[in-house]
């Protein structure tokens, strides 16, 4: 990465080396967007076909490494991206607009994920089985599907990466790593971190370019062998079908419309944080952010209270300051987008509580929105069947247990979903009826653990899981061996 007198001057990383462009894009401050964090260089398909050469090229000495070496890369890259969380963390909250206590937490988490695949590569991967004959040895072995392409969006920029960057390269693949062009800065950082570890040529290239430019080639090239997508629910489909029609492995995590049910028995102050938590931190900006707070009508009016009090109260502004808890979103269109929503719920009946409007004086600059509190609203709202990803929670009255359920199912997607209450017996049949990936007990739909399988239901996945243990059965085949002893 080319370092100019101020703005870092990025570009692509393909076959080892860091490449220039002719044309270039500004990767710009959600917060203050007339400031330039970033210039990059722009791919074009050309490029991208360079890079999946490369990662065909590095494919059969990479498969080749013994485990451990590979492991020890991933150990190699986590400590510099843990000793960097700070520098890295920050840029990423200049790009992204997350809070720097955000952007940094998010960092190290990377470092885990790398962490922890690199012990995973080094796990038991395959079974030995009793053969119908006594002279034959039988066993399963996992083996690296090939070259994987990697698709990330821009509102976990460097731990949905790590997630599966580092079981596909544990595991033996290559990659070519498209993310989301708003942050290409976090994505060069951790590029840099893993060169730095001793990333040999071509076992992970990055391709900063538009979906609408690269995004055919490195989906459909007859050479990459399986997709691992992040992002909208629009492009992931369409990205879903060409490549099956290709044979195609395919991982998509998309969007979510998360509830959560406040029963009446709840903690309200603990289920006021949480749903506070889940709906306005990161600016609403996760796809498992609580979208639909579903409340039983003797709590509405106190849950109400509490929810307004904090929306009112919690520090919207620039991320890089101590006090602030709410940034910006991401971009102008994404301002665009969730305002949009905040009209359309208006005018179909609902009634602002707290927030419905872009930040002011100060803020007016930048792409804020004010944590939103709606009520008044139906089941049949577009502001609650769709996702908006701003910080907005859209609140409805439940007559009952089963109601709250009924409505909380009633969605194309299944990401994650909460419920409050001190009734194990009700907990455990939510628990057991909601259709979510995800599903958390007098806790935020947002927030969750590296090492356990993560992936929704429905429209909000393609049905794998990825992290944990589970990222091994989409990065990797199953082959099954006989061998006859004479
Ligand atoms: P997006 O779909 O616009 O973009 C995601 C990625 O796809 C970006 O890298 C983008 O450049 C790329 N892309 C765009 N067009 C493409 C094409 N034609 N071919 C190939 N790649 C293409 O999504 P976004 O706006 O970056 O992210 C927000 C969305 O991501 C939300 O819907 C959110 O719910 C979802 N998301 C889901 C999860 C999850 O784990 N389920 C996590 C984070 C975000």
């Known amino acids: 990465m080319a370092v100019s007198t101020s703005v870092p001057e990025l570009g692509s990383f393909v076959a080892g080396e860091w490449r220039s462009g002719t044309r270039h894009a500004d990767d710009t401050n959600p917060a203050r967007p007339s400031e ?42 986590a400590a510099l991206i843990d000793e960097r969380a700070e520098a890295i963390g920050r840029d990423l909250t200049r790009e992204e607009g997350k809070t720097l206590g955000e952007g940094i937490r998010e960092t190290q988490l990377a470092a885990n994920i790398f962490r922890y695949y690199a012990v995973q590569a080094l796990d038991p991967d395959g079974d030995t089985y009793p053969s119908a004959k006594a002279n034959v040895f039988l066993y399963t072995r996992r083996e690296p599907l090939g070259v994987v392409t990697v698709i990330t969006p821009w509102n976990f920029p460097i731990c949905i990466a790590a997630w599966k960057i580092a079981p596909a390269i544990a595991f033996g693949n290559t990659v070519v790593w498209k993310p989301a062009e708003l942050v290409p800065l976090t994505a060069a950082h951790l590029l840099r971190a893993l060169v730095d570890a001793g990333l040999p040529q071509g076992v992970v290239n990055l391709v900063l370019g538009k979906g609408s430019e690269v995004g055919e080639v490195i989906t459909t090239h007859p050479d990459v062998a399986g997709i691992s997508f992040t992002g909208s629910n629009a492009v992931g489909r369409a990205l879903q079908a060409k490549a099956a029609a290709k044979a195609k492995r395919v991982q998509l995590e998309l969007g979510g419309k998360n509830p959560a049910i406040v029963l009446a028995d709840a903690d309200l ?160 049949r939510f628990a057991d009826q909601i259709r979510a990936g995800v599903v958390k007990v007098n806790a935020e739909t947002a927030g969750i653990e590296y090492h356990v399988p993560f992936g929704g239901m429905k429209e909000s996945s393609s049905g794998s899981r990825e992290q944990g243990k589970a990222a091994r059965e989409f990065f990797t085949e199953s082959k099954t061996v006989y061998i006859n002893i004479p």
């Not at 210039?39 to 990479?62: C, E, H, K, V």
């Not at 502004?317 to 301002?335: F, K, N, W």
């Open 269 to 428: 102050d603990l289920a006021a944080d949480q749903v506070a938590r889940g709906a306005f931190l990161a600016a609403g900006q996760k796809c498992t952010a609580t979208s639909r707070v579903i409340v039983e009508q003797a709590v509405i009016a106190p849950l109400m209270e509490r929810l307004s009090a904090i929306a009112n109260t919690w520090k919207v502004g620039d991320p890089l300051a101590a006090d602030t808890i709410i940034g910006p979103v991401v971009s102008e269109a994404q301002l665009t987008t969730v305002l949009g929503f905040l009209d359309r719920a208006r005018s179909e009946g609902a009634r602002v509580v707290a927030g419905g409007a872009r930040g002011t004086g100060d803020l007016a600059d930048g792409y804020f929105v004010k944590p939103t509190v709606l009520s008044g609203v139906k089941a049949t709202d577009t502001v609650f069947r769709e996702e908006i990803f701003g910080p907005v929670a859209a609140v409805v009255v439940a007559d009952s247990f089963d109601q709250a359920i009924a409505m909380a199912n009633d969605t194309r997607y299944g990401l994650s979903a909460s419920i409050f209450t001190r009734d194990l017996g009700r907990a455990m």
């Open 36 to 77: 330039v964090v970033a210039q990059y260089a722009l791919a074009d398909a050309d490029l991208a076909l360079q890079a999946i050469a490369s990662a065909s090229t590095a494919f059969p000495m990479w498969r080749g490494t013994p485990a451990p070496a590979r492991g020890e890369l991933l150990r190699k890259a």
